[in-house]
């Protein structure tokens, strides 16, 4: 999957395969980093893959595929012309075919261990011995083997990682246990017992398998709702073809083609109602509960459920341009970046494994010292060193390191797209939390961004009903292009009243417009322009201004040369929108309104939202203007807006959020989109990335803390004062519960409510 920008930077999503913790994730990126021509590059262990922006003229996606290939991990261009619903099939086929592999290996080393404790608790014999070397050869050689030949294929590479630390650990058990059966004779000449330790290489091997099961299975679950998304899609579409209706598969829909929906039916594709209507369910996408109802002229979105009556629609975006293929592809790209916080565990990992051999050595020697120094038996003393050692190799895992933040990103976006909150990145999730200040521009973000007429008063003492001069004046605006107009034309044909031909219209700019209708002469707009005329207005100028205190524009209506009456016209706001902005309060954070009206009309929307501060009359650089000015002032600024016309200002605020209704998902601009024209999503959006911030706190805490307080206890910390020594084997079952514990941890996300 590659994709192409403007200038010469390109992106590619290369499949890697074969690593298994943070060290393994850190060391493909730091190479992709240091390759000239890469510009940007992000490897998601959660993924198993790797996100490379690059020159195209410096290098290509099979030079990358070689830089990744030399570092020790597999790597094969992506395959080419598959959709994003394609990628997740393929991507949940591999994970589930990854679960029942470790599965099946981990029950039967599990069976093996318990059969070789069994004959080694009852028969300690030459002959068992290598009936054990025999099993547990067998056992390394096919459940365990990734273990060692990733390993080697590290060694080789110069680096290591997790499956270093396996198979140093077992492997040194299992070749002392060897010498131990083959050559009984030179550990009895040094006065050391012919130990071995088979059974705890076995049942190592099946605990740390039954971790990877567990830790697959959970890793699956963290991509649930992407894969409920890309499920969403029906496999076939009822098209009409000539006098038929005919099942197609869904790859034979064309644009153009009219689609039929029954009753209880998943819309196939996106297009446009053109018969019959309905009430269809998008919660699956917007996560907004109640039904919206569709009429000829709306737009229908693939993958929603049509509940009640049937209607017919002409397709219009299809394939990877549809709504749904859009979502499915951002949250895909969403789930394997980067948040910044996962940095840390980066450095960390970078040197950890080095370190714990370093430290396995070091137990072995200060165990074996101090036996001789306490005057132990030489045979104890090795035997003591040999299992500290082992055990401070295996408990230290640094699995739980790279699966602390990418598990949360992964369960945080997957949950935001269940509420209509689409998240573009790790960083975008991240920087979220850190908001200070939101900025709502008014129109169609605190406002429907519909103007609707609310009022209609004819002059005092005028022969015209209100009627009659909502007839005329509609008449004259419906030459008009201005949102106003619009409004005054709908109310008219509302009503039923006729739109008639006009003559002679001239548009003034910013004062009105005017006409003849029927020929009369028609005027509509502000007090200049009455004025202009010489049209007194001062029978209806307290009626104006009480009308424009509630946050209404007024529209003077003169006919014939006299005044005939004055309009109101508002865009209401959205219902949500104070609850909103309340609930934004509540988390401590400041709003403020920037809108392009003027103060009093916007002082008037402010105070009914519930608005901290309002900016008027400001033009879209003045928005950006603003937006410098409260980050100068050490605010962390997120923008709201329609995702069109406040491009500049969502580009310049940290956090930019374009709020639509599904069909705007597509504004590049934005850092977040909400599918729903809601404000409450903002609110769930904060509080998403709070929450998902403390979880990866959470998750890097404990898979420190773990490393912090398991290898000390492992290498003997406890042994001098409670005589406590920590065995090979029940390190591998901590080491196997903190990997789990964390996917778990960032679970608890999915089950988490927003209001």
């Known amino acids: 999957m590659t994709t192409h920008s403007a200038d010469t930077k390109e992106r590619i999503v290369i499949p890697v395969s074969g690593m298994t913790c943070a060290a393994c994730q850190g060391r493909v990126q730091r190479t992709l980093s240091k390759t000239p021509g890469v510009m940007d590059a992000s490897v998601n262990l959660m993924m198993g893959n790797a996100t490379v922006a690059y020159d195209p003229s410096t290098v290509d996606p099979a030079a990358l595929v070689e830089t990744i290939r030399s570092t020790g991990y597999g790597a094969e261009l992506p395959v ?75 060694f080789r590479h110069h680096s290591a990682s997790m499956d270093t630390l396996v198979a140093v650990g077992t492997g040194a058990a299992f070749l002392y246990s060897v010498i131990a059966t083959v050559a009984p004779g030179f550990f009895l000449a040094h006065g050391v017992a012919p130990d071995v330790y088979y059974e705890a290489v076995v049942i190592i091997i099946a605990l740390i398998l039954t971790g990877n099961a567990f830790e697959a299975r959970a890793k699956r679950q963290t991509s649930a709702a992407l894969r409920a998304l890309a499920q969403l899609q029906p496999k076939t579409a009822r098209v009409v073809r000539g006098r038929d209706e005919l099942d ?62 049937a209607f017919r629609y002409r397709a219009t975006t299809l394939g990877s341009d549809s709504v749904l293929a859009h979502i499915v592809k951002l949250m895909r790209d969403a789930q394997g970046s980067r948040a910044p916080i996962q940095a840390l565990a980066d450095k960390v990992s970078a040197v950890f494994v080095p370190v714990v051999i370093t430290l396995s050595i070091a137990t072995f020697v200060v165990w074996f010292v101090g036996a001789h120094v306490g005057g132990s038996l030489a045979g104890a003393a090795v035997v003591r060193a040999f299992a500290a050692s082992v055990a401070v190799l295996i408990i230290a895992c640094p699995c739980a390191m790279g699966l602390a933040v990418p598990t949360a990103v992964m369960v945080a976006t997957g949950k935001g797209a269940e509420l209509g909150v689409l998240i573009k990145g790790g960083e975008a999730l991240q920087r979220a939390g850190d908001l200070t200040t939101v900025v709502l521009d008014k129109t169609g973000t605190v406002t429907e961004g519909k103007p609707t007429v609310t009022d209609l008063l004819a002059a005092p003492g005028s022969s015209m009903s209100s009627a009659e001069v909502l007839g005329l004046v509609a008449s ?71 009308l424009a205190a509630d946050a209404k524009s007024t529209v003077y209506v003169a006919v014939d040369g006299k005044l005939a009456g004055v309009l109101a016209v508002a865009d209401p706001i959205r219902a949500t929108s104070r609850e909103a902005i309340a609930r934004l309060h509540a988390m401590r954070l400041q709003v403020v309104m920037l809108t392009g009206d003027n ?12 608005v901290d501060r309002v900016v008027a009359g400001v033009l879209p650089e003045g928005k950006v203007a603003e937006i410098k000015r409260l980050q100068e002032e050490g605010g962390v600024v997120a923008m709201v807006g329609d995702g069109i016309n406040d491009g500049p200002a969502l580009v310049q605020a940290d956090i930019g959020i374009a709020i639509g209704t599904g069909t705007d998902v597509a504004v590049e601009a934005a850092d977040i ?38 290898i000390p206890v492992a290498a003997g910390a406890l042994y001098p004062a409670f005589g406590l020594l920590l065995s090979p084997v029940l390190a591998s079952a901590a080491m196997a519960f903190s990997s789990v514990s964390v996917v778990s941890n960032s679970l608890r996300l999915r089950r988490a409510r927003f209001t």
């Open 476 to 546: 004259m605006e419906s030459s008009s292009e201005h949102p106003l107009a619009d409004a005054i034309v709908r109310r008219a044909k509302e009503q039923g009243l006729s739109v008639r031909e006009t003559t002679d219209f001239q548009s003034v700019t910013g004062r009105g417009a005017r006409g003849v209708v029927d020929g009369r002469a028609v005027m509509a707009g502000n007090e200049m322009l009455m004025r202009e005329h010489g049209i007194d207005i001062t029978p209806m100028r307290s009626d104006a201004e009480r």
């Open 599 to 610: 103060q009093r009309t916007a002082d008037a929307i402010a105070r009914a939202a519930g």
């Open 673 to 710: 989109a909400l599918m729903r024209g809601d404000l409450r999503g903002v609110a769930q959006a904060i509080e998403l990335s709070r929450r998902t911030m403390r979880t990866m706190k959470q998750n890097l805490f404990w898979a420190f803390i773990y490393n912090v307080i398991g």
């Open 248 to 309: 197609v598969p869904i790859s034979q829909v064309s644009g153009g083609d009219v689609v039929v929906v029954r009753p209880g039916e998943r819309v196939p594709v996106d297009g446009e109602v053109v018969a019959g209507s309905s009430a269809v369910d998008e919660s699956m996408l917007t996560g907004e509960s109640i039904p919206v109802m569709k009429t000829m002229g709306d737009r229908v979105i693939g993958g929603t459920i049509n509940a009640t009556g």
């Open 80 to 154: 080419a012309e598959r959709t994003a619903f394609e990628e997740q099939a393929a991507r949940d086929e591999a994970t589930a075919a990854e679960f029942a592999e470790l599965r099946r290996k981990a029950i039967a080393s599990g069976v093996a261990g318990a059969f070789a404790m069994l004959l080694s608790m009852t028969l300690m014999n030459a002959a068992t011995n290598w009936l054990l070397l025999v099993l547990t050869l067998g056992v390394m050689a096919w459940a365990g083997r990734h273990f060692y030949t990733r390993a080697w294929a590290a």
